[in-house]
């Protein structure tokens, strides 16, 4: 066998085994700048919602910039999912039940730890969140709160699943994917000081309610004052919300 065989079924073995692989390195470079072009749009929506000094209002908005980036980011998955490449056009109804297939399962056990998520539909390979965006319809006052509150939790732990299974099947841990996950881990870090900031505000308030004050009585809210100036929080920014559950 010459040098050139042998080297060349070696590689079709290390192949077959997916210890390599073939990159496409204009594809690679599409999806960097698809993905960087996403992220740069939702950390820009993000410093937009953080204008509200209400804390319902500033939960809300973190609803709304969450729910955009799980739904561009599913658009995004749509175009550069490698089970859909070199197929030509694809029909749509295809690629929706490739992404629920992919997505559904995680965001319905997500579903049993915050129970609001289950008011959200699923439905065209995206998330409709109508329901949530629009409950101050419905529910007023704390309880509209508590609800905003579980939402953001569960659709931020969604956000990084899905970016996770996105990175790991279009770029795998290539010089790409690193610089990627470098890029998202900033943004996510963001968002991680917006929950932190509203759990230190929470827990002033409670412990304001302990005390005996006047539930009527605003708390010292770093949430209305300055949000960029809090004491650190040891347990992180994702604890799940009181065990109340309630009813819509």
Known sequence: MTPEARVARIMTRLLELRLIEIVDTALENEVQQDLSNLIIKCQTTLTRKQQSSNP?????????????????????HSRYAKSLRGRGQIPYPDVVRYL??????????????????????????????????????????EQLEEFYWEAVLGLAAFLRMVFAELLRDEVGNSHTGRNLNFAWKAFLTEIDQEIHQYQVYRAQHNAQLTRGRDPAQPAPMGITQNWNHVPDNEGGPYRPPESRRRLI
């Open 100 to 141: 629920e297939r992919r997505f559904s399962s995680q965001f319905q056990l997500l579903a049993q730890q915050y129970p609001i998520l289950e008011t959200i539909e699923f439905t065209n390979g995206r998330l409709d969140c109508t329901s949530i965006l629009t409950l101050d319809k419905l529910v007023k006052g």
């Open 56 to 76: 319902a209002q500033h939960l809300l908005g973190l609803i709304t910039v969450l729910s955009d980036c799980i739904n561009g980011l599913l658009a995004h």
